[in-house]
């Protein structure tokens, strides 16, 4: 009998070989993203840059999913039986800087996975295709706009048994943290008047923006210090010889927990209504017209399956132990409704900030090609395991339903209506 580690040896064998012959045109694609970014819900080049790359593996794309024109789907295997994998993709981009948070290398190291794992789906010289299937999910608007959520609302999460996907970093780490997040804006109301010759008839919304917002300010100082509030100006009147009747307010609250971030939110919540009535004005209050982000549900058996496939390529900790202030992201919201890894791949100085220059050409490094390379594998050694190790997949959904019961955005606030997606230009 041979032992679990010279099994999963041999079996992985060809997914290490298949991204070693796949690493060119993975780097090459990681290259056309970056020279190309796009931002959240246009990424309609990066959508044809990978159906480019599908279709000429003869896999088909479907394009569209949920109804979100830049999501799309691809498939491996089956959907009608056996076990079930999602390898989630992300292409979009930020404003100014790019690829700045590297989703180019998320993009290339999935779709490696993806296309490392096609071959096996096919009866091979002594050995069975894999059972089940594998589904690459595209999802848009990472970046603010929430892909992700609004394809679990679409039911495009619906019966998998594990997620998995590796973002840029800069340190590795199988199992990060991520906080929830909520986006709010506040709309203050007032009445015009000449600002010199009757300011006793204008009620000025400005100062119920500006009361708020040092208001909130005041209120950072009695929050849990991994809470975070932080928001900007949208509107703030039009002439100074007029009383402003319309400011308007847009904020982000985050989180380490659901409930914590909820309890968060009713108090930011009563500081625009206590501004409001300072400055004698009206305020609306809108939540979540990006959708909520949930925490990640971190996965420790899928975590530590991913650093032992990694071992002998890079050194990947099982879990991050600081408590250091962390982002958000909507694989948190996947990770409450399935089992979900997203493991943090090291690329460059371990000071390169998030959302920089610096980030988005790091990702062009030898050390981004390396990163490609190990996450490419590594997704798809760990989802090849899932489909062929029972115990693996019953240990992931027993330590999901160990942290509760799945969660998703619907059942903790009213969903907010879908955005109007843009239409494709040029
Ligand atoms: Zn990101």
Not at 212 to 236: K, N, S
Not at 269 to 285: I, N, Q, S, W
Request: contains cysteine; charged residues 20%; glycine residues 10%.
């Amino acid at each position: 009998m041979t032992s679990p580690a010279a099994r999963s040896e041999r079996d992985h064998a060809p997914l290490r070989d298949a991204v070693a012959t796949l690493l060119p045109r993975l780097t090459a694609f990681s290259r056309d993203l970056y020279d190309h970014p796009e931002l959240g819900y246009r990424e309609f080049r990066s959508v044809e840059a990978f159906a480019a790359r599908l279709e000429a593996a003869g896999i088909a794309i479907e394009r569209g999913t949920g109804g979100i024109p830049t999501a799309f789907t691809a498939q491996l295997g089956t959907r009608a039986s056996g076990p079930q994998v999602a390898i989630t993709a992300e292409y979009d981009a930020l404003p100014g800087v790019g690829h700045g948070c590297g989703h180019n290398v998320i993009a290339a190291s999935s779709l490696g996975a993806f296309l490392a794992l096609a071959p096996l789906f096919e009866a091979r010289d002594g050995a069975d295709p894999l059972p089940g299937g594998v589904t690459l999910v595209g999802t848009p608007a990472e970046e603010g706009g929430g892909g992700k959520e609004l394809l679990i609302q679409a039911g495009a999460f619906d019966a998998y048994d594990a997620a998995v996907m590796v973002h840029p970093s800069g340190r590795d780490v199988a199992a990060g943290p991520l906080s929830a997040k909520r986006q709010v804006v506040a709309t203050f109301r007032g009445r015009t008047a000449h600002a010199a010759a009757n300011p006793h008839l204008g009620r000025n919304a400005l100062d119920g923006a500006v009361t708020a917002y040092q208001a909130i300010a005041q209120l950072r100082q009695h929050i849990p210090t991994t809470d975070r509030v932080h928001g900007v100006f949208l509107e703030a009147g039009t002439r100074p010889n007029i009383v402003p009747e319309r400011a308007v307010l847009e904020f982000f609250l985050r989180s380490p927990e659901i409930d914590s971030l909820l309890a968060l939110s009713e108090r930011v919540e009563a500081v625009f209504h206590g501004a409001a009535l300072t400055a004698g004005v009206g305020v609306d209050v809108v939540w979540d017209a990006e959708p909520i982000y949930l925490p990640h549900r971190l996965n420790a058996p899928l975590a530590e399956r991913y650093a032992a496939n990694l071992a002998g390529r890079r050194e990947v900790p099982t879990r991050r132990e600081d408590t250091a202030a962390v982002g958000s992201s909507d694989i948190g919201n996947v990770s409450h409704v399935l089992p979900t890894i997203q493991p943090f791949v090291a690329i460059g100085d371990p000071d390169i900030p998030g959302h920089s220059r610096e980030r988005a050409d790091s990702t062009l490094t030898p050390d981004g090609e390396r990163a490609i390379a190990d996450s490419a594998f590594g997704v798809a050694a760990t989802a090849l395991d899932v489909l062929t190790d029972d115990a693996l997949r019953e240990a992931a959904w027993a330590d999901f339903h160990a942290q509760g019961d799945p969660v998703r955005v619907g059942d903790l606030v009213p969903l907010a209506p879908w955005p109007t997606f843009p239409e494709p230009v040029g």
